[in-house]
């Protein structure tokens, strides 16, 4: 049976690598020939199993894309999508193929993705009340730390609220107290200091660096989000970011 890896970026050549290292039967596709991995344009793909998608999900075609691979791969059991998306994209493509869709988002620095992968929870979610439980443990024996969602929105909204976003705030935070402590003549650090204790004993007042927030996530996935309160930290970044010049 074989896992099929839909775009070899940062996500998908990772997510490649850790399926192979567990001895999965893996192939890797991408629109650049030379980041394909046991496959070429005219292979035919032998049992596919699982899908998992990998593509920007900034991508305008994206649910076409899945869509159209879909119809190539017969015999899916399911496909997995793992960018980051606009809440509602997964069960939106659910609604219109006949395969369990499920939602997946990935979670770890991408200068060590491979060891943070390893590390954290895989958190998987289904709208399918249903799913077949010979495809939840797959999925187990795949990522092995697995916690279940209740739904695709659930796990579509964490990635954006609770992952990228909520650092983009944090660091806005730092970009504030820095600009105050500047016109204040006061230095940053010392006054972070003051943080310290409390954070060590409660867990609640972490000390970000102010740099400016660059990057294709923290700003980017903004506008999967339709939210303009958040537009703020795309505001604030800015500020910041004249302040440094």
Known sequence: MTDIILGMGEVGKTLFDLLVERRFNCIGIDIDNSKCKNYSENSTIENPEYLHVCLSGKLTEFEDIISNWFSKLEGLKAIIIHSTVKPGTTKNIQEKLKVPILFSPIRGIHKRFLEDIKKYTKFIATDDKQLAP????????????????????????????????????????????????????????????????????????????????????????LSLIENENLDMIKKINKLYEKFKK
């Open 134 to 221: 010979e495809i939840k443990s797959d999925l187990e024996k795949r990522f092995q730390k697995v916690d279940w969602m209740s739904t695709t929105k659930t796990a579509e909204l964490a990635k954006l609220l609770v992952d990228t976003t909520y650092y983009g705030w944090l660091i806005n935070y730092a970009q504030i107290t820095k600009m105050i402590c500047e016109k204040e003549g006061i230095d940053f650090d010392e006054m972070w200091k003051f943080a310290d204790e409390i954070h060590e004993n409660l867990g609640n007042r972490p000390k970000m660096y102010p740099g400016i927030i660059g990057g294709h996530c923290v700003i980017p996935n």
